[in-house]
């Protein structure tokens, strides 16, 4: 069974406490969930959500809490639910392999490392003025493969790169390109067409490199899932760049259904 790189490390704060829950049946598991914020190195911070199963979410259960440093290692996810109202959401999250608790400080790492398909051609765009810069968005299809008990299940990626890398973009990726991406989780929001606050899970793009191997049925399978999702990277662009959460919406990020 293929299978395609994915791997990040976070480090920094939990935003609020666990939220935790155990499944039902004679042997439940224990699932928590909870917030990272990640500063950035200029200006302005990352809310990387995650989600933790088994024994380390009984160690979240009992030793973290709002304001707790932690080092975590894990693969990102995505996936949609629908809402009370009917309306469909789309995820990203951090599943966490392991974490650690760091008593030194505030932790501030943010690195991802993955490969996989472009599910479409990339959208570009420039910005406008005397120096226009080149913005490249595509969505990575990264097949989950041999540590997912769906082997046919893929996550769907969204990455954004800028200036020379988005210029290569443009010039030599499309739809079906194989590449591998090195780059760290931003997450953002903005105010769609309907007035609703949308918020955004993307990978911001440092190095990316051709991962050419022989295209097999899953690429066609991972193409035709894509072109059944909405289109989020077009109401993005729209929004002329990422807005950072303020402090007093750490609890309201989407988490999953309830």
């Known amino acids: 069974m293929a299978y395609e790189l994915n791997t990040a490390v976070v480090g920094g704060r939990l935003t609020a406490d666990p939220d935790v829950r155990y499944t039902a049946g004679d042997n439940p598991t224990c699932i928590a ?12 911070a990352d809310f990387i959500p995650c989600i933790v199963f088994g024994k380390s979410a009984e160690f979240a259960e009992k030793y973290l809490k709002k304001g707790t440093a932690v080092l975590v290692t894990g693969k ?5 639910y629908t809402k009370k109202d009917g309306s469909r959401t789309y995820t990203t999250e951090l599943v966490v392999d392991r974490q650690t608790t760091e008593k030194g400080g ?10 996989g398909r472009l599910t479409k051609d990339p959208t570009v765009r420039y910005t406008r003025g005397d120096n226009p810069v080149c913005i490249a968005r595509y ?26 890398s988005a210029e290569f973009v443009e ?35 440092e190095t990316q490199n ?28 729209e929004a ?3 807005v950072d959460l303020p402090e007093d919406e750490f609890d309201k990020l989407p ?4």
Request: with cysteine; proline share 2%.
């Open 139 to 164: 969505t990575l299809a990264v097949t989950r493969g041999y540590f997912s008990k769906d082997k046919d299940a893929s996550d769907y990626i969204s990455c954004i790169c800028m200036g020379k």
């Open 33 to 44: 969930r909870y917030t990272l914020a990640v500063n950035r190195q200029t200006e302005g």
């Open 210 to 237: 051709f991962a050419a191997r022989k295209k097999d049925e899953n690429v066609k399978r991972d193409e035709r899932k894509a072109e059944s999702m909405p289109v989020q990277e077009e109401e993005q662009d």
């Open 171 to 205: 010039k030599y990726l499309k739809k079906g390109t194989a590449i591998a991406v090195r780059g760290r989780i931003q997450t953002g929001s903005y105010t769609n067409k309907d007035g609703a606050k949308v918020y955004t899970t993307d990978v911001v793009v």
């Open 255 to 258: 988490f999953g259904p309830n």
């Open 240 to 242: 002329d760049g990422f």
């Open 106 to 115: 505030v932790l501030n790492l943010n690195v991802v490392l993955f490969e």
């Open 76 to 80: 990102i996810q995505t996936g949609s």
